[in-house]
């Protein structure tokens, strides 16, 4: 993101990716490239140990930690202080996103975000991957989860205070590699108390900042009747809308 080509009131796009990608992502660049169309500055958070990033200490990222990215807005909004802020998060990114906003409420210094085909209830939308087509995309997510985790291994071995390791690059569902890895990391006594504490729709109604969340009525993580449901959800706050 370069400052000098742009007025300092240029808007800012900051851009959170899914699960296991990173800014070299065909949706990444798309979005950062519309956004320079439109005269504005994109610039994207990539998540520990993510595109081809290297750990600097043995922790990745997960569903609920929102520090890295509100670190990185704040340093945005410190290098770039007439500039409005905007954001937009897909999948994980938007999960993050949204539980971000809502931790923040009035405090937030984004002028508006948007979430995409955010999964919101963490354990209904794993939940859903036992159906239908869920099984193949769960396979696929973590596939990715077990590469990233396989690439930092010799840093997260390091910390020497978790068991089985071993076991970590024989998951092959995302919950399995959330029980056998994340969860740990975090300190949860539970994948279940990981994913209520990581899910972002009981934050949504504490946000300040306008939010716009898309997501398609046929989105097969959705439980039944989720969008309905998230959208009763969102009329407790005027801010938030689906």
Same mark, same amino acid.
């Given at each position: ?7 300092? $009131?240029?808007?800012?796009? +900051?851009?959170?990716? %899914?699960? @296991? ?9 798309? +979005?950062?490239? *519309? ?10 958070? $990539? ?25 990185? +807005? ?7 202080? !007439? ?11 938007? $999960? +993050?996103?949204?539980?971000? *906003?809502?931790?923040?409420? %009035? ?17 209904? @939308? ?7 087509? %869920? ?6 997510? *973590?596939? %990715?989860?077990?590469?990233? /985790? ?45 994913? !209520?504490?990581?899910?972002? @729709? ?10 716009? *969340? ?5 989105? /097969? ?15 407790? $706050? ?5």
């Amino acid at each position: 993101m370069r400052g000098g080509r742009h007025p300092a $009131n240029t808007a800012v796009l +900051i851009i959170l990716h %899914g699960l @296991s990608g990173g800014s070299q992502e065909s949706y990444i660049k798309s +979005i950062a490239c *519309c956004a320079a169309m439109r005269g504005m500055r994109a610039v994207v958070i $990539n998540n520990r140990g993510c595109a081809g990033a290297s750990l600097a200490t043995p922790q990745a990222y997960s569903a609920a930690w929102t520090k890295d990215v509100r670190t990185a +807005i704040q340093h945005i909004r410190d290098t770039h202080p !007439e500039a409005p802020l905007l954001a937009v998060g897909y999948s994980l990114g938007a $999960n +993050i996103l949204a539980k971000c *906003c809502g931790e923040d409420g %009035g405090a937030s210094p984004l002028t508006a975000a948007c979430v995409v085909s955010n999964p919101y209830d963490i354990t209904a @939308s794993n939940d859903m991957m036992r159906r239908g087509l %869920g099984p193949i995309y769960d396979r696929v997510l *973590c596939q %990715g989860l077990v590469r990233t /985790f396989k690439k930092h291994f010799g840093m997260f071995a390091k910390r020497g205070d978790l068991p089985d390791w071993g076991r970590v690059g024989d998951s092959h569902t995302v919950l399995e590699f959330d029980d056998r890895h994340t969860r740990r990391v975090y300190g949860y006594g539970s994948v279940e108390e990981y994913y !209520e504490d990581a899910s972002s @729709s009981a934050h949504l109604p504490s946000v300040a900042v306008p939010l716009l *969340c898309l997501v398609a009525d046929d989105d /097969f993580l959705l439980p039944r009747g989720g969008l309905d449901s998230y959208r009763r959800l969102n009329e407790r $706050n005027p801010r938030v809308v689906t």
